[in-house]
C-alpha cells in the first residue's frame, strides 16, 4: 500500500519552472523532470492498460507532493467507484477532497449534451477551483459529442488556449486505443499535444503479463529510453533498466532461517516469490534466458542463496560457470564480511588443474580428464564437510563449464545422479544454465523442483518462475543493507 498523507501534512518541493513532475515512482527520470509544464499530454492505450491509475497518480501526487490542485473529469465511471478503486491502492482522494486539494467532475450522464456546454463547465471548474492539473477520462468518450472532426479540433485549442495558456493548467487527455487499431482517438489529438505517452499490455512466456510504457512525444525533453517497463503494484510504477550500486558502508551477511520443507534462498523477496524458498532435498534450475544478462544480474539473484548456507555454518560446494574464476567467487563471499576461517573451513570451489594454480583450503583442483576420478574426489570432499558440520550442503554447478569439460552425455549423467544422492541427502542442487543449450533446458528442466528464468525487456532485468509458476518480477539491486539483495517487484 501506498503510504497515505496526513491531515494537512504537505510536501512542496521546488521544481523546473518548464516541467511539471509527475511524481510517478520511476517516469520522472525517464521523461527528464516530469511533463511540459501548462502542456497537453496524450496518455494513450486500450481497456485496461493503466490509464485512469496513471492519470489518478498524476492528480494525487501532484497535490500531496508539489502542492498543485487537481480535478479528474470523468466520462467513463461515477465518483464512488472513482474513491473507491484508488483507495484500495493507497490514493486517499477523499481525504484531497475534504483538504479543497481535489475535485471530481462527474460527467457520465453528460456525454449527449453539446459540446460547448460541456468544455464551459471543466473551464468553470478549474477556473474557480484554480487547479493547475486537469484530468480528462476520457476524451474519446467527450468525442461521442463532437458533430464532426473540425468540431473536435476547434475544441481542443479552446482547452489549449484557456486552460493551458491563461490558466497555467497541465492537462492530460486519456485517449482509449481500440484492440486492433493503432490511430489514437479522432487521429488529430497527437498533433496538437506536448506529449504523447501510449501505454500497452502483453504477455511473456504462457500468458505471464507484461506491461510497457513508450514516450511517442514529449515536447523540449530529451528521452534516453523510448520504451519502460511498467507494473500497477500498488499503484503505477516505471521499471528503469538495471542498475548496479555499491553499499556504501559493506556490512556481514544476517541470515534468514529455513521454514520447515525448504531452505531460503537469503532473499525475503526471493522466499515469498517462490512460496517459502528451495524445497529441502531438491534440485533448482536458475536458465539465464537473454544472452546479455550480465555476470553481476544472476549473481544478485543466486548469491544470497550462498552466503545463507555459509553464513549458517553450512558448506558449500561450487563448480562454477565458465567465465568465472575462483578469485570472483572469493570476493563475493567476502564482500558480506565472512571470516577468513569460515572462508576456508566450509568453502570448496571446483577448478580445473593448470601450472601455478593457488593453493588455498577452499580450491580443489581437478584434472577434467577422467569424470570419474573427479566426482570421486568431489564425493570424498563432500563427507569430509557433511561430517565436519553435521549440516545439509548447499552444491552448485554451472552446466556449461560441466558440458565443456567432461561432454554433453557424460554432464546429462552426472546432474542426473547427483540430483538423486542431493535428494537422499536433504541438500540443495542449484544449476545454473546460460543460454545455447534449448535442449539441455528441457531435459534440466523436467528434472528440477525449482525452476527459474531470468531475461531483460528495455535494459530491466526480469525474473519469473516456471517451477512453481508465478507472475513476471522486475529485478532490482538493493544495497541498502550493506551489501546486494535482489529486490523484486511484481509485474500485474
Keep these: 500500500m501506498l503510504p497515505k498523507p496526513e491531515e494537512g501534512d504537505k510536501i512542496v518541493r521546488s521544481v523546473s519552472v518548464d516541467k511539471v513532475p509527475t511524481g510517478i515512482n520511476g517516469l520522472d527520470e525517464i521523461i527528464s523532470g516530469g511533463l511540459p509544464k501548462g502542456g497537453i499530454v496524450i496518455l494513450a492505450g486500450n481497456p485496461g492498460t493503466g490509464k485512469t491509475i496513471f492519470s489518478a497518480c498524476f492528480l494525487y501526487y501532484g497535490a500531496v507532493n508539489y502542492g498543485e490542485k487537481g480535478v479528474y473529469v470523468s466520462f467513463a465511471e461515477s465518483r464512488e467507484t472513482f474513491l473507491k478503486n484508488m483507495l484500495s491502492l493507497g490514493l486517499d482522494f477523499e481525504g484531497l477532497e475534504k483538504r479543497g486539494e481535489f475535485r471530481f467532475l462527474d460527467l457520465v450522464t453528460a456525454r449527449e449534451e453539446a459540446t460547448p456546454a460541456i468544455i464551459e463547465t471543466i473551464l468553470r471548474e478549474i477556473s474557480e477551483f484554480g487547479a493547475k492539473r486537469l484530468v480528462i477520462d476520457s476524451f474519446s468518450a467527450m468525442a461521442q459529442a463532437f458533430k464532426d472532426t473540425h468540431e473536435a479540433r476547434v475544441t481542443l485549442h479552446t482547452i489549449i488556449s484557456r486552460v493551458t495558456r491563461l490558466l497555467g493548467c497541465t492537462i492530460i487527455l486519456v485517449v482509449e486505443v481500440p484492440y486492433g487499431e493503432n490511430k489514437m482517438g479522432l487521429g488529430i489529438e497527437e498533433f496538437v499535444a506536448d506529449g504523447i505517452i501510449r501505454l500497452s499490455k502483453s504477455e511473456l512466456e504462457g500468458g505471464r503479463i507484461f506491461r510497457e510504457v513508450e514516450i511517442l512525444k514529449m515536447r523540449g525533453t530529451p528521452i534516453q529510453e523510448n520504451h519502460s517497463v511498467f507494473t500497477l503494484k500498488d499503484g503505477f510504477k516505471a521499471l528503469p533498466p538495471f542498475e548496479a550500486k555499491i553499499a ?88 558480506v564480511c565472512l571470516e577468513e576461517n569460515e572462508i576456508n573451513n566450509l568453502l570448496r570451489i571446483f577448478i580445473k588443474d593448470y601450472a601455478g594454480i593457488r593453493s588455498a583450503p577452499y580450491i580443489v583442483a581437478c584434472r577434467g580428464d577422467s569424470f570419474l576420478e573427479d566426482y570421486a574426489k568431489y564425493v570424498e570432499i563432500e563427507r569430509e564437510l557433511r561430517e565436519r558440520t553435521g549440516r545439509p550442503i548447499l552444491h552448485f554447478v554451472g552446466a556449461d563449464m560441466l558440458i565443456d569439460t567432461y561432454g554433453l552425455r557424460e554432464a546429462l549423467s552426472a546432474i542426473r545422479n547427483h540430483a538423486a544422492r542431493v535428494r537422499e541427502r536433504g541438500d540443495l542442487y542449484m544449476i545454473l544454465l546460460k543460454p545455447g543449450h534449448p535442449r539441455i533446458s528441457e531435459v534440466l528442466g523436467a528434472l528440477a523442483e525449482s525452476h527459474i528464468k531470468i531475461t531483460r525487456k528495455y535494459g530491466c532485468v526480469i525474473i519469473y518462475g516456471v517451477k512453481p509458476r508465478t507472475p513476471l518480477y522486475a529485478l532490482e539491486m538493493d544495497v541498502s543493507k550493506g551489501y546486494f539483495m535482489p529486490k523484486l517487484t511484481q509485474i500485474i
Design 248 to 335: 556504501a558502508k559493506p556490512s556481514r551477511f544476517g541470515p534468514r532461517p529455513d521454514a520447515d520443507e525448504c531452505f531460503s534462498t537469503g532473499s525475503q523477496d526471493l522466499d515469498r516469490m517462490l512460496g517459502g524458498g528451495y524445497q529441502k532435498g531438491s534440485t533448482a534450475l536458475i536458465e539465464i534466458v537473454d544472452p546479455y544478462i550480465s555476470i553481476l544480474q544472476y549473481h544478485v539473484l543466486i548469491y544470497p542463496t550462498i552466503w545463507n548456507f555459509l553464513a549458517q555454518g553450512r558448506g558449500a560446494l561450487i563448480f562454477p560457470s565458465a567465465g568465472i574464476d575462483y578469485s570472483l567467487i572469493l570476493r563475493r563471499v567476502k564482500e
